[in-house]
């Protein structure tokens, strides 16, 4: 993508899980669609209030496909890649190469 980002509101979207740790995709792709319509200016799934250090490995492409995909180019979309391991940090990277995603996150 190659939105430009600008002043307003980024939401951090919370990340519902399933018991086995998959994610919950009808209600992350209903609360993307309410934050459009509601005006927010750009998202950011897996955030810190995301959860996105609780997700397992092997659920977090699945994650960020969902929410980016659900965008739609519609608004600026950034994805969470904090951990507490720059390896895993640029794996999460890789993981999202070619997904439709404006930027990442990396807090400490």
Known sequence: MAHEFSTGFYTALGTGLQVDGRVQADSLRAQIDDQIAA???GLLVM???GIEAYIRDRHY?????VGSQQVQGRVPVMVGVMDTCIGRVLDRIEALKGLPIDGVVATT
């Open 47 to 49: 955030g810190s209030m």
């Open 61 to 65: 492409a699945e994650v960020a496909t």
């Open 39 to 41: 005006g927010v200016s």
